[in-house]
């Protein structure tokens, strides 16, 4: 499976940016997917994940009722939508296909990464 993620870039606070994580090769469909990132400075934590064909989703408190994350299976391709963003969402945010099905939160539950997009938001 291989993952490319796109659509990072410079924001201003408030702002929004919208990352697309394409998945090809041998595809994981029955698989959860999820969103991670790293701040500088900080270990990678967990942002979003959902079950890939049940659509259920869950969020960091972090990043609740601003982000939403979802999916077009018939793209194969996992969305994060960001939306009144601050300085403090600056990080690499990274897509990963999960071990199974259910929708985890810990990084180890993941099989697969992708490169990382870069999100910057000035203040």
């Known amino acids: 499976v291989q993952l490319q993620a796109s659509g990072g870039g410079l924001v201003q606070a408030g702002g929004s940016l919208r990352l697309s994580c394409a998945a090809s090769?041998?595809?994981?469909?029955?698989?959860?997917m999820g969103w991670f990132r790293r701040a500088p400075g900080k270990e990678r934590e967990f942002v979003a994940s959902?079950?890939?064909?049940?659509?259920?989703?869950y969020y960091s408190d972090s990043v609740k009722g601003r982000f939403v994350i979802s999916k077009d299976n018939a793209k194969n391709t996992l969305y994060l939508q960001m939306n009144s963003m601050t300085p403090e969402d600056t990080a690499v945010y990274y897509c990963?296909?999960?071990?199974?099905?259910?929708?985890?939160?810990?990084?180890?539950?993941?099989?697969?990464w992708g490169q990382g997009a870069q999100v910057t938001v000035s203040s």
């Open positions: 090769g041998r595809t994981a469909s029955n698989n959860a």
């Open positions: 959902i079950n890939w064909r049940a659509g259920n989703a």
């Open positions: 990963a296909v999960a071990l199974g099905s259910v929708a985890r939160s810990t990084s180890e539950s993941y099989r697969y």
